[in-house]
């Protein structure tokens, strides 16, 4: 396991999410159920073995990335989730 993958947000990270963002026009490419099209999020698409290629990042909105279970733990910190 590589230990390269810092806590937080880089300012790597926060260039490389803009220009994913930028690349796939700020509209979410999910489009899951509930999807708000309004992208904010970058989503790992394989999963965070490939790292942060933006070969494999896709612009998503919140409400996808959060629905896929990714917790890359590149975006600000989590917000405690309520069950109902
Ligand atoms: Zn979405």
Redesign the pocket.
């Known amino acids: 396991m590589s230990k390269s993958w810092a806590k937080g947000s880089t300012r790597a990270w926060r260039r490389t999410r803009a220009q994913v963002l930028a690349r796939d026009g700020h509209r979410?490419?999910?489009?899951?159920p509930?999807?708000?099209?309004v992208?904010t999020h970058v989503h790992h698409v394989r999963g965070k073995q490939h790292g942060d290629d933006e070969a494999y990042l896709v612009a998503?909105?919140e409400?996808?990335?959060l629905s896929t279970g990714d917790v890359s733990g590149h975006d600000p910190a989590p917000e405690p989730r309520t069950r109902w």
């Open positions: 979410c490419q999910l489009k899951l509930g999807c708000t099209t992208a998503s909105c409400h996808c990335n």
